[in-house]
């Protein structure tokens, strides 16, 4: 998955939004949305697979502590079509993620406990259009 946006710096706490708009695209394999410290300790590694990996049309969440990753979390819903335009904001608590999707919500536990998200990058099939930290 090639690297696209990386944002660092950041400084989102409990309870903001980091929002993400853009565009699927029409042949994507997959893409992913990442927050956290950096690029190495994820609270989210948010992964929408259409095939890739070994998965099809199947939403991959996980985290990553020092450059390990941890359990996966499958979801059931898949939300999302290939050339979809879609805006994806994610927030965080002391216990859980929330990513909001236009006709769908998820959680993803707070596994590392994270306090601020210092990270953002989107990896992959997504071309992103704008984003907005509320
Ligand atoms: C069945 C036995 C092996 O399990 C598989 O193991 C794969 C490797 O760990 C898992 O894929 C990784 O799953 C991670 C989340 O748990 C990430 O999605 C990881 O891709 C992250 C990634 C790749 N890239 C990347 N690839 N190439 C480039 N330039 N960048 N950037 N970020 C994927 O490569 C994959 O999800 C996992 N599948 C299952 C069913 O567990």
Redesign the pocket.
């Known amino acids: 998955?090639?690297?696209g946006l990386v944002v660092t710096q950041l400084d989102i706490q409990p309870g903001e939004c980091i929002k993400v708009k853009g565009k699927i695209l029409s042949d994507a394999k997959g893409f992913?949305v990442n927050v956290g410290k950096d690029s190495s300790t994820l609270l989210l590694?948010f992964?929408p697979r259409f095939d890739c990996?070994?998965?099809v049309n199947t939403i991959?969440c996980?985290s990553k502590q020092d450059g390990t990753?941890g359990e996966?979390d499958r979801k059931a819903d898949f939300p999302f079509q290939h050339g979809d335009k879609t805006e994806i904001c994610i927030s965080f608590n002391e216990t859980e993620a929330t990513v909001k999707l236009p006709d769908a919500e998820f959680q993803f536990p707070n596994r590392l406990g994270m306090e601020k998200i210092e990270y953002l990058a989107v990896?992959g099939d997504f071309k992103v259009k704008a984003i907005k930290f509320s």
């Open positions: 998955m090639e690297q992913a590694h992964n990996h070994g998965d991959v996980n990753w996966e990896e």
